[in-house]
């Protein structure tokens, strides 16, 4: 929900408080940065010190950082408000994966309850633009942060008598340096990765890479030498939960990259407005909802390879509608109701393979690591979805630009200029006399739907790799996790 409602006020942000563009992508990315950089750490802490008490205090600290970005008063502000937002916010989901592990030892219990955590997300999805909306319409900016407010109010007064805490070994460490690694490895990762696909310098890009590559080797080294590692290597060994984390990262990967490019098609190819193009998505959102509640009933009849192959196989189903776009020319009618069925076949499959693939690996180790194994399933999610937007996105971008490469009529500055963005070629044939400007918005047009086009061919193949993978791995060698 936070950051469907920052997405929503940031021009009023810009307008506001004036950031510059290195500003602008801290106050936007800085708090995704520190979720991802810190879940690990926030895993290992709450297996430590108990998940109760992290997940509380996570909450109050969360609050407050929202009351300050509510009330920021230069980007600075807002960009530390942001930025300890994320820190928070990263004790949040491996501390209630981690209680859902103790407080439901059936797995199949576990299981509904997981399938209803990650339904949660979809609902605050689904709730975010409009919450965010009405916020925005009647109040300041800042207002978009207070929600958080009376969630924390309500979590602190029913929490301690309704949330059991579990019981860590007094004689267990929390190896600090063993966090700070793994915080430096993966804020520096997923940076690199996130400025790539913003078209961030070259250097820039392969310093902060080489740094956070290097420093992640030093990670998993200690976590072997080491006599109290953060995240204990034994239940990775199995091939069914290194299957069901790759298949977890991989569906993120894939949905990231769908979701940012169904966004841009609906709004730039046909013409809808942000309001129009956010309601044509709810029908996933909802089938998401579903999805998500109904599949762990499906493991009580089919093993969890099965749904996890269907689920997959779904996916793949709906990337591959995706991918039919191209063959309906530009901007036709039947482009929106292959995007509306794509993304609510990808949303079906995506519900199971979820919730299905975090429990394996939320239940594959010990109780008292289940922390950490928590932290392990979201990490991998945040950082296949900043891979997905910057590979799959950059293919795009690639695409777009070769067709867009043989425009006939224009000279080579015009040329390059409208291969920059779909948006910069909607301005350019705007300065263009009649029937040239409409051609080069014509050819803009068919230039971006093969873009699209390829995204979705290259994510069917993906999922349908991951589907025969996991078939294999899981089912016909009989790796699953029961």
């Given at each position: 929900m936070d950051s469907h409602v920052l997405n929503l006020a940031t021009p009023a942000i810009v307008a506001d408080l004036h950031p510059s563009g290195a500003q602008l992508l801290w106050i936007v990315d800085g708090y995704v940065f520190l979720v991802a950089g810190a879940l690990l750490a926030m895993g290992a802490l709450g297996d430590r010190v108990g998940r109760r008490r992290i997940l509380l205090v996570g909450a109050t600290v969360f609050s407050a950082a929202a009351l300050a970005a509510a009330f920021a008063r230069s980007p600075g502000e807002l960009i530390a408000a942001r930025l300890l937002m994320g820190?928070?916010?990263?004790?949040?989901?491996?501390?209630?994966?981690?209680?859902?592990?103790?407080?439901?030892?059936?797995?199949?219990?576990?299981?509904?309850?997981?399938?209803?955590?990650?339904?949660?997300?979809?609902?605050?999805?689904?709730?975010?633009?409009?919450?965010?909306?009405?916020?925005?319409?009647?109040?300041?900016?800042?207002?978009?942060f207070l929600p958080a407010v009376p969630a924390t109010i309500l979590l602190l007064t029913l929490g301690p008598r309704l949330l059991p805490e579990f019981r860590p070994d007094p004689a267990a460490r929390f190896d600090t340096l063993g966090a700070a690694q793994s915080l430096i490895a993966l804020l520096a990762m997923v940076y690199a990765v996130k400025r790539a696909a913003e078209g961030g310098?070259?250097?820039?890009?392969?310093?902060?890479?080489?740094?956070?590559?290097?420093?992640?080797?030093?990670?998993?080294?200690?976590?072997?030498?080491?006599?109290?590692?953060?995240?204990?290597?034994?239940?990775?060994?199995?091939?069914?939960?290194?299957?069901?984390?790759?298949?977890?990262?991989?569906?993120f990967f894939t949905l990231y990259a769908t979701q940012v490019a169904v966004a841009q098609y609906l709004q730039w190819s046909l013409g809808l407005t942000a309001l129009q193009?956010?309601?044509?998505?709810?029908?996933?959102?909802?089938?998401?909802?579903?999805?998500?509640?109904?599949?762990?009933?499906a493991v009580r009849r089919f093993s969890s390879a099965t749904v996890i192959v269907a689920g997959l196989s779904v996916i793949a189903a709906g990337c591959g509608l995706f991918a039919l776009v191209a063959l309906s020319g530009p901007a036709s009618p039947t482009d929106l109701a292959l995007i509306v069925a794509g993304g609510s076949l990808f949303s079906i499959g995506l519900g199971p393979v979820y919730a299905v693939s975090t429990e394996m690996i939320v239940s594959s180790g010990r109780e008292q690591q289940a922390g950490s194994a928590a932290a392990v399933a979201e990490t991998g999610a945040e950082l296949g979805g900043a891979l997905g937007i910057a590979l799959l996105g950059s293919l795009g971008v690639a695409v777009y630009r070769h067709v867009m490469s043989d425009v006939a009529g224009l000279p080579p500055d015009a040329v390059a200029e409208a291969s920059r963005t779909a948006g910069d070629a909607t301005a350019l044939a705007a300065t263009l006399p009649g029937a040239q400007g409409v051609e080069l918005l014509l050819h803009a047009r068919t230039a971006f739907e093969t873009a699209f086009a390829t995204i979705g061919a290259t994510a069917t193949v993906i999922m349908a790799a991951m589907a025969a993978l996991t078939w294999f791995g899981m089912m016909v060698r009989g790796q699953e996790v029961r």
């Open positions: 820190l928070a916010g990263a004790s949040l989901m491996p501390s209630t994966l981690a209680l859902i592990r103790t407080m439901f030892a059936d797995r199949r219990q576990r299981a509904v309850a997981i399938g209803v955590w990650t339904a949660s997300f979809s609902l605050g999805g689904l709730i975010g633009p409009v919450a965010g909306g009405a916020l925005l319409t009647h109040f300041w900016w800042g207002s978009v310098g070259t250097i820039e890009v392969g310093a902060a890479f080489l740094g956070g590559a290097v420093t992640a080797i030093a990670f998993v080294r200690r976590q072997r030498r080491t006599s109290q590692p953060m995240i204990n290597p034994a239940p990775f060994r199995a091939t069914g939960v290194r299957i069901a984390l790759a298949a977890n990262t991989l569906t193009a956010g309601l044509w998505t709810l029908p996933s959102v909802l089938a998401y909802l579903a999805a998500s509640a109904l599949g762990p009933f």
